[in-house]
């Protein structure tokens, strides 16, 4: 395999030359100026030019740079629509750039080719001075300054021949006969005289003298080239397999995609016959390995790319394969093996004083450290870094002395979620996001955009501002997502899906899953397995909503069996709370009991996040409300209630007031209830929790209700004292009036909430009450109604036809 | 001459009996040479044939595949030791030398056998290792010819190949030349005590096949021993004629014109040494009808022959017809298009001709052959000097070398590479190998003169030049060299002769092409070298011959548009010169065979029948402009400067004369009034 040269690049060089002399049109001028430097240079002018960035044509890069080296088809797409400059009529660029290529017409030409590049460059001054010594005219036209990207190539490319070894440059001859042999049909009709053995000019000329020996000399010099042998090795260099593996990986390591099946197989096409495997392919393949959830293969590959990098780097990059490893062992799960991994190479990196790798081990260590507490507990006590926030503070000092600053935001980021987490200042938290941002923004670094927004959404998600948490995650995703690695832009999706059913509207949540992801992003384990487990959630949480218990907790069980080793803890809470509830609607409140108690002790040990344990004891108290003795909930509930209010965890501060609100009720201090739901509502609705909403109304409706018992006590009350003057009386029912209308308003919208998540269980609940109420007020063509409708509810869950209940509810006022 | 067809078919048996006999013994480039030639015969007619010989010849003909020894003796012994042969043969093709050697002859043996003979019986290594032997001598082994031939030979070419290796890097701290084939002694010794008791009691021993000698021929080459080589090589080829191997030593034993006509008469008479003396004439950079002739007789006898057609191409190489040469050579290549032997001479011819594309060709067809061929690195060495990338040329050259140590065009190139890098130690030692390997390589003699002559070590260049004119008498390039090297020291008239030399030598081959490498491509079309002109005139001057000077200055002039309507004027200043009336015919336009285009007219491209303005005749031009201002004829004075204005040549100093000379004249009007 060649080292640089190939014949597509030769063919960039003629096209080169072809600008140069002014043979281009005007308006090809920047169609073939961006072809040459979307092939020269890295970036690419094109492709940000014309269309807009995204996933799908991301790989465009590699299939067209694959494209070029293989076929000169490349060059006739590009040059075929213009027509040539000058002379004949008729001819198009096309023309002129096979003139070109025709014109070398034997590996003497080559030579002659490569010798006369430098014409298109400047020429230096020692140069200049020969030239006027001599006196010869000084070169005019386009010329290209040794430094510009063109003229670099050129000097390259020049440079790269004149070290080929003769054979090799045989071998460049050879490939690029074979390269412009698919042209020859065009050529010959625009140049009839072109004959059998036109690739070879010697042989062409010598025919006459060699007669019929002349194909034993072709074959001699040619080889099986000339037999149509299909199977040749593609004119690949070095070079191209290099840059494209570069691309590749860093694709890979930038978004976190695995390369497409088609171009891995025009890759592997490409490195068929070369003798030589860069050693950098065995890290592509490690790393699509990695991304496929092939572990052995990972593990082997990654082994390979180190031992046989080892002969031209020393031990000093050890530790780098060991923190490979360390990376590689965790997301495999086994994450024993890869904190002792990460420890030897932290010590390892601190022997050898590499302070990039080392600040990069801490930051990790400490991410997997707050996802595994209980592996590092023991370390913890006697480590030198510390608890949490005085490594993290350290990491921020360490990064700033050495101007990392992607490690460096991404310390604040932590710290900012720290802070969250540990229920402290929300300036703080705010504070740290803006320095940040600041970095993020001032320094470009597009990588980092996925996590600054991710902890801003849910910095608003705590702070019950959802929609600007949903408009923030729009915005990632409608204009960071390309540039940003994948599982950020994959986790923004999941919210959004989170939020759609949260609201109840599942079939959007179901089409933000499906539509919203490419699917060969999708092909990497990791997010794959996120991506379904994502799904299993909304889809249970649904079935949860709509009673339908039983596919809930098949789900359930496939749910738990994945090992909580090789989740997000954060997604293991909510499996567990869905759990839990899956136990309560079952009626099992032992069991559900039992896992409230454990995770809550769990949790303390473990300094968790304080919004889950909040979530934990508030279901605990709904837990004894489900068991009819809410009044038992009060400590918790209040100690949930100052928690939040605290940790402004202001959603849950609304759940909390409710569930306060619900003991009050119990206790009957009705109109205390109803202040605190009616201060909270409001609020609580900008969350765009509907269930939580709907529980709020509800809990409101028992309240007035409450409170026109109470009136009605009263009145009884007054009515056993004997004073029955018809006018306090008639107040008394119109204000009774007055609440059961107030109370049948906030069922109407609890109900309506209920049926917008689609809950059918509170709905039925609501309805009934709804029917009692219109009894009570003496509505009996009403209270019938929602009778009727509360048995078609009822009859509708246990046949499990959910899809037309919202349906036909939609039109219900 | 023509075979009958009852002899073709005997040569072909001959042919190849001998292929089988020299691969029996791994001479593998003897029976690779045979085979060739024996493929190149024409399949007897066979109509020509009397029936009955036909079917002998046809049926009664079987190939053997093991040679039949007729010698009952020999047949006897090689027989019982079949087994061990086959042993011997293989380990030899596995390139397992010394263990092949041992097979026969284990080295206790050998040991033993020579210290008995180099010593006394009683040192104390003789005496252990030949304590069971009679004391006065140990019997040599009782082997066949052919084992023992192989054993020796094995043996032989191991010490070449450690050699070799000892050698290490190509002109590096170890390669001196000096390090010596330390088998070369057993061997000869050996062979000294075998050929010993053949002749002293050669009526019990069965006769001697002809191989052994070529090996102890080849064993004394090597030990600079030439005489005694030369009777037992010629001895060999009487033995055995077919052994191409033994014909080629004796060619490069010998070392003029004068040695082979000695020993054309001792020669067998047949066919071998009738392609022995083409060839080796050849090689002496022969010429002639004579050689020509028989060179084609050898053709019809072998039509296809790879290595006659090469002699011829040679033959025409050496006589500068580059143009046929490279004819020949392509032929060659078409009929063998994967035969890379003499195709570095094809690419000498293709560099001198300047043809880059097919020299790029070529040397495309020889790396896809086989890179690592030193005629393959030759040829992309000349390629590559050609493009003037002389490192990478150099490279090549070493290359060359290190695959082979004997690859005389390889040093001569290389050096050459080295004069044009100024790398002039190197190439003093390049040449010095070259010649070591072959002294008659008149190049590498030329270019150690030209070596000299850079380092301004005038004698020494003398003498190398010399060496090199005597290899090539009618070569004027080697003249002119001897000329200007006498000039540079001073010897005019020493300078004249070997210049007029020159000149009778440049008329005297029908093109003038050089055929020498690294000059450059100017004039090399020219009539009569200008430059030589212009130094014979400039001698002249200098030994105050005016007349002569003056003449010479002119015929350089007249150089300029080919001679042709200046010619009178020439013949003019010869007649005066009846002593050199040779330059005329040198001169006429008639000689001119090979001229190209038409007349091109003064100043014109140079490259036609004149050579146009060049610095040789500009400075002649000088030289008559200031002549006849010395000799007051200011109109040719004028004329001459003004010409030179024209060209655009020394415009200053024409100018100058210009002035002179219209003052001199205004002068001499004056005082004509």
Not at chain 1, 85 to 93: E, H, N, S
Not at chain 1, 559 to 586: C, K, M, N, T, W
Not at chain 2, 124 to 141: D, F, I, N, R, T
Not at chain 2, 641 to 657: F, I, R, S
């Amino acid at each position: 395999m060649a080292r640089y040269l190939t014949p597509a690049k030769i063919g960039l060089l003629a096209l080169i030359e072809l600008y140069v002399e002014e043979t281009v049109p005007n308006d090809a001028i920047i169609p073939v100026l961006s072809f040459l430097t979307s092939h020269i240079l890295d970036s690419d002018l094109q492709s940000t030019m014309t269309t807009t960035p995204g996933a799908a044509n991301r790989w465009q890069r590699a299939e067209r740079s694959i494209g070029l080296v293989v076929s000169i088809k490349d060059f006739e797409d590009l040059l075929l629509p213009f027509p040539a400059v000058d002379r004949l009529p008729g001819r198009r660029l096309w023309d002129r750039f096979l003139e070109k290529l025709w014109g070398i017409d034997s590996l003497d030409a080559l030579q002659t080719f490569f010798s006369r590049q430098p014409r298109v460059l400047t020429r230096t001054r020692e140069e200049l001075r020969q030239m006027t010594e001599l006196g010869e005219e000084l070169p005019s036209g386009i010329l290209l300054a040794r430094n510009s990207p063109l003229g670099a190539f050129v000097r390259k490319a020049v440079l790269e021949f004149t070290r080929l070894q003769f054979h090799h440059s045989a071998e460049l001859w050879k490939a690029f006969v074979k390269y412009r042999q698919p042209t020859v049909s065009y050529w010959r009709r625009r140049n009839p005289q072109c004959g059998r053995l036109s690739f070879d000019s010697v042989l062409m000329e010598s025919q006459h003298e060699w007669g019929s020996f002349t194909d034993g000399i072709a074959v001699t010099a040619y080889g099986g080239l000339l037999m149509d042998e299909e199977d040749g090795a593609l004119p690949v260099s070095t070079d191209d397999i290099e840059s494209l593996l570069e691309f590749q990986i860093d694709q890979i390591q930038k978004y976190g995609a695995r390369v497409p099946a088609e171009i891995k197989a025009k890759f592997h096409a490409m490195l068929r016959d070369s003798h030589v495997v860069p050693s950098l392919s065995h890290y592509l393949n490690f790393s699509d390995a990695w991304r496929s959830g092939d572990y052995p293969s990972a593990f082997d590959y990654l082994h390979r790319y180190f031992d046989y990098t080892m002969q031209n780097r020393d031990r000093l990059f050890y530790h780098y394969a060991l923190m490979n490893l360390a990376i590689v062992q965790s997301d495999f799960g086994c994450h024993k093996e890869a904190m002792a991994t990460m420890l030897e190479t932290i010590s390892t990196a601190r022997e050898n004083k590499d302070n990039t790798c080392l600040n990069f081990c801490l930051n990790w260590f400490y991410h997997f450290g707050r996802a595994h507490p209980d592996l590092v507990q023991d370390l913890e006590a006697n480590s030198m870094i510390g608890s949490g926030k005085e490594a993290l503070a350290f990491l921020r000092a360490k990064a700033k002395e050495t101007g990392m600053l992607v490690l460096r935001s991404s310390a604040l980021l932590s710290e900012a979620k720290l802070n969250m987490a540990n229920g402290e200042s929300i300036a703080g938290a705010m504070e740290h996001l803006v320095r940040s941002s600041h970095i993020i923004v001032e320094r470009n670094m597009k990588s980092l955009i996925g996590s600054q927004l991710s902890v801003t959404t849910s910095l608003w998600d705590r702070l019950g501002i959802s929609y600007l948490s949903t408009m923030t995650s729009e915005v990632f995703l409608r204009v960071h997502a390309p540039s940003a690695c994948f599982d950020d832009e994959l986790k923004m999706v999941c919210r959004l899906a989170g939020t759609f059913a949260g609201k109840g509207k599942y079939n959007e949540a179901f089409a933000k899953l499906e539509d919203g992801i490419d699917k060969n992003l999708l092909r990497a384990a990791k997010p794959n397995q996120y991506w379904h487990l994502y799904r299993g959630l909304v889809k249970l949480r649904r079935d949860l909503h709509h009673n339908d218990l039983d596919t809930a907790e098949t789900l359930l069980a496939q749910l738990l069996q994945i090992g909580s080793e090789e989740l997000d803890p954060d997604v293991v809470f909510i499996i567990d709370s869905l759990h839990i509830e899956a136990l309560i609607r079952r009626k099992d409140f032992d069991a559900a009991y039992e896992k409230i108690e454990r995770l809550i002790a769990k949790f303390r040990d473990d300094h968790r996040d304080l919004s889950l344990r909040i979530r934990l004891l508030l279901a605990k108290a709904h837990l004894f409300d489900c068991m009819g003795r809410p009044e038992r909930g009060f400590s918790i509930t209040m100690r949930a209630a100052s928690l939040a209010w605290r940790a402004r965890l202001l959603t849950l501060l609304w759940q909390a007031v409710g569930a306060l609100a619900n003991i009050l009720n119990a206790m009957g201090e009705f109109t205390a209830a109803v202040q605190l739901v009616e201060a909270v509502l409001p609020r609580s609705m900008e969350s765009e929790n509907a269930f939580n909403t709907g529980i709020l109304y509800s809990i409101l409706a028992d309240a007035r209700m409450g409170q026109a018992g109470k009136a009605a006590k009263a009145r009884q009350a007054m009515t056993t004292t004997g004073e029955t003057t018809g006018a306090a009386a008639s107040l008394m029912s119109n204000k009774k009036i007055d609440l059961f209308t107030k109370a049948h308003e906030a069922l109407e919208c609890a109900f309506n909430h209920f049926s917008a998540a689609e809950d059918l269980e509170k709905q039925c609940e609501t309805l009934a009450k709804r029917a009692t109420l219109m009894k009570v007020l003496g509505d009996h063509a009403r209270a019938e109604e929602y009778a009727a409708r509360y048995m078609a509810l009822k009859r509708q869950s246990s046949s499990g036809e959910h899809s037309s209940v919202w349906s036909t509810d939609t039109g219900t006022p | 001459m023509r075979l009958s067809a009852t002899d073709t078919l005997h040569l072909k048996e001959a042919l190849q009996n001998a292929v089988v006999k020299c691969s029996e013994r791994c001479l593998y480039q003897s029976a690779k040479w045979a085979a060739e030639l024996l493929d190149s015969v024409p399949d007897p007619v066979l109509s020509d044939l009397d029936q009955k010989e036909a079917v002998a010849g046809l049926q009664g003909y079987q190939h053997p595949a093991v040679s039949a020894n007729p010698d009952p003796v020999e047949a006897e012994l090689e027989a019982k030791e079949l087994s061990k042969y086959l042993l011997a043969k293989s380990f030899f093709d596995c390139k397992e030398f010394d263990r092949c050697a041992s097979v026969f002859l284990p080295d206790s043996l050998l040991s033993g056998l020579l210290s008995t003979k180099a010593t006394d019986a009683t040192t104390p290594k003789g005496k252990a290792k030949a304590s069971s032997a009679p004391p006065y001598e140990q019997a040599l082994p009782s082997l066949s010819q052919k084992s023992l031939f192989l054993a020796l030979y094995a043996k032989v070419i191991s010490g070449e190949k450690k050699k070799n290796e000892e050698s290490e890097m190509i002109m590096g701290p170890q390669d001196l030349g000096t390090i010596k084939n330390s088998h070369l002694v057993v061997v000869s010794r050996f062979l000294e005590r075998w050929f010993a008791e053949r002749k002293a009691e050669d009526s019990d021993l069965p006769p001697s096949q002809g191989f052994l000698e070529y090996l102890y021929g080849m064993v004394m080459v090597k030990e600079k021993n030439e005489d005694a080589a030369l009777d037992y090589l010629l001895n060999s080829v009487h033995l055995f004629p077919w052994n191409w191997g033994a014909w080629l030593e004796l060619t490069n034993l010998i070392s003029g014109v004068e040695q082979l006509n000695k020993i054309t008469p001792v020669l067998p008479q047949n066919i071998m040494s009738f392609i022995f003396y083409a060839n080796t004439a050849v090689n002496l950079y022969q010429q002639g009808q004579d050689l020509a002739a028989s060179v084609n007789d050898l053709l019809k006898l072998f039509p296809t022959s790879s290595f006659i057609l090469t002699c011829r191409a040679l033959l025409n190489y050496h006589s500068k017809d580059l143009y046929t040469a490279e004819q020949n050579f392509s032929n060659l290549l078409a009929l063998h298009p994967h035969r890379l032997d003499s195709l570095d001479h094809y690419s000498n011819i293709l560099y001198v001709l300047n043809m880059r594309p097919k020299l790029a060709f070529l040397a495309h067809l020889c790396s896809s052959i086989d890179k690592f061929r030193p005629e393959s690195c030759v040829v992309i060495g000349n390629y590559y000097s050609l493009l003037s990338l002389h490192e990478k040329a150099v490279q090549y050259f070493r290359r060359a070398l290190t695959l082979d140590r004997s690859c005389l065009s390889a040093w001569t190139l290389m050096g050459h590479e080295y004069v044009e890098l100024k790398n002039t130690h190197a190439a003093i030692e390049s040449y010095r190998r070259a010649v070591d390997v072959n002294r008659r390589d008149y190049r590498a003699w030329y270019g150690l003169g030209q070596t000299y002559e850079v380092l301004e070590m005038n004698s020494y260049a003398l003498y190398y030049y010399k060496k090199a004119a005597g290899l090539r008498p009618w070569d004027g390039k080697m003249w002119q060299a001897v000329g200007s090297c006498l000039q540079k020291m001073g010897k005019d008239r020493d300078g004249i002769k070997a210049l007029k030399r020159a000149l009778l030598a440049d008329s005297y081959y029908d093109s003038t092409l050089s055929s020498f490498g690294s000059a450059g491509p100017a004039d090399r079309m020219a009539q009569m070298d200008p430059e030589v002109l212009l130094q014979i005139a400039s001698m002249y001057d200098r030994l105050g011959e005016v007349e002569e000077a003056r003449a010479y200055m002119e015929l350089c002039v007249a150089q300029e548009d080919g001679g042709a309507t200046d010619n009178a004027d020439a013949s003019a200043v010869c007649t005066s010169n009846p002593g050199e009336s040779f330059v005329v015919h040198g001169d006429s336009p008639g000689s001119d065979g090979d001229a190209e285009g038409g007349y091109e007219g003064r100043g014109g491209a140079g490259q036609g029948e004149g050579t146009g303005v060049t610095v040789a005749t500009s400075k002649a031009r000088m030289w008559l402009a200031r002549y006849a201002m010395r000799t007051e004829d200011y109109v040719t004075a004028n004329r001459l400067a003004t010409e030179l204005c024209q060209d655009g040549v020394e415009v200053e100093e024409a100018k100058a004369l210009i002035r002179e000379v219209r003052s001199r004249m205004e002068l001499a009007d004056l005082t004509e009034r």
